[in-house]
């Protein structure tokens, strides 16, 4: 198993926390076994609440202290800050009921955050709450499912994936480090046997997960935090396109390395293509408009789509 990165330690801190809190003098062992953890982990966990959370300057009455008896028992004490009513500004709190919805947007949603949502979309009113439309991708559910199933237990997957960028699907064994939302998007970030490295998969262009019944293994540099998401195109080639503002859309559906406006009012992107075919056919869909360069030579490379063009004519003739 890999080591835990710091946005899951501290969503572990946050689901055990609360627990403990209502639960007075639970002890180490009854800890472990409800979370599934260890106890070495469950003690750096509440090392870590004792010397970092808090509010400054760190007061008796801003702190959150930890205590666990030498029989094991443990003890939370909360500052006074944190037994005072939250009371939030009208844009935090839109900014949180919209974070809570996101989360909700998975297979067997927690009741506790659905019912905090729900507290917090009848204090925002229902027309505010009715405005905000939350959507990760179009992952299937039973997908999903899958794969969070499998970053959990530590189980290999078997997936059939499509890579946009070099137009093509196939079949792949991942050992799943973990899964997150970026950009309005699912992703596994795994070890691909295939490519012997870690890579980024969006889930919703995963067709089919299943369960290989093997454990994962330990790979060197699975548990680093700077793998980008779209890690199976950092390869590529660097392409920069100019494109009508009608055709923001390529913005939202491939992933891009940099954007920025132009001052004639159309987009500059950049991206990396691994295959060729693909980008002609990106091309010859945006149409005469759109510039296309490469990044690295300036080569121009809208030729590229009459070539495409010219291969589709000749097969209707």
């Not at 800890?31 to 106890?39: A, I, L, N």
């Not at 199976?232 to 891009?256: C, K, M, N, Q």
């Amino acid at each position: 198993m890999s080591v835990a990165t710091a946005s899951e330690r501290v969503e572990r801190i946050l689901s055990v926390l609360p627990w403990i809190v209502e639960e007075p003098g639970t002890t180490v062992e009854q800890v472990c076994d409800r979370f599934g953890m260890t106890e070495r982990d469950l003690r750096a966990d509440l090392d870590l609440l004792m010397y970092e959370v808090g509010i400054h300057p760190f007061t008796p009455d801003a702190r959150v202290d930890a205590i666990v008896e030498d029989d094991g028992r443990i003890f939370v004490h909360l500052g006074d800050y944190f037994r005072r009513p939250l009371r939030l500004t009208p844009d935090e709190a839109l900014v949180l009921y919209a974070a809570g919805r996101a989360l909700l947007d998975r297979p067997d949603p927690d009741p506790v955050l659905a019912r905090a949502v729900d507290k917090l979309s009848r204090v925002l009113g229902e027309g505010v709450a009715d405005a905000v439309d939350v959507r990760l991708g179009d992952a299937d559910p039973a997908v999903l499912s899958t794969v969070r199933q499998a970053a959990e237990d530590g189980r290999r997957l078997r997936i059939d994936y499509y890579s946009f960028g070099r137009d093509e699907r196939s079949v792949r064994e991942v050992d799943p480090v973990r899964v997150a939302a970026l950009g309005g998007h699912w992703y596994l970030t795994a070890w691909c046997h295939t490519a012997q490295d870690v890579r980024a998969f969006r889930v919703d262009r995963i067709t089919t997960a299943e369960l290989t019944g093997d454990p994962v293994e330990a790979h060197a540099g699975a548990g680093e935090d700077d793998q980008h998401p779209d890690g199976d195109l950092s390869e590529g080639r660097p392409v920069v396109l100019v494109v009508d503002a009608g055709d923001e859309w390529i913005v939202e559906a491939f992933p891009t390395t940099s954007v920025s406006a132009e001052g004639d009012g159309r987009v500059r992107v950049e991206l990396r293509v691994t295959a060729e075919p693909w980008l002609q056919r990106l091309l010859l869909r945006l149409g005469s408009g759109a510039e296309a360069n490469d990044a690295t030579t300036g080569e121009d490379l809208r030729p590229l789509a009459a070539d495409a063009a010219a291969r589709v004519l000749r097969r209707y003739r």
